[in-house]
């Protein structure tokens, strides 16, 4: 209904569509590298996380405390 009333109740084309000039893709090298060490850095601090906690719950002592 409203769209039989005005002219300007859909968007218009400003430009008419073009192959880039240049062509534009993601940096496969550089987002495979930031994965790997996201990842690395990730499991290093759950697993210093995860023997903090077990020797927390365990009373044991650290390995610098006497």
């Known amino acids: 209904m409203m769209s039989e009333m005005r ?3 859909a968007f218009k084309v400003v430009d ?11 940096d ?24 903090f906690r077990s020797r927390r719950a365990s009373g044991k002592p650290a390995a610098d405390e006497p």
Do not use: N, T, Y
């Open 16 to 26: 008419p569509p073009r192959v880039p000039d240049i062509k534009i893709s993601p």
């Open 28 to 51: 496969r090298r550089r987002i495979v590298q930031a994965g790997f060490l996201l990842s690395l850095a990730g499991g290093v601090v759950s697993a210093f996380l995860l023997e």
């Open 7 to 9: 002219e300007s109740f």
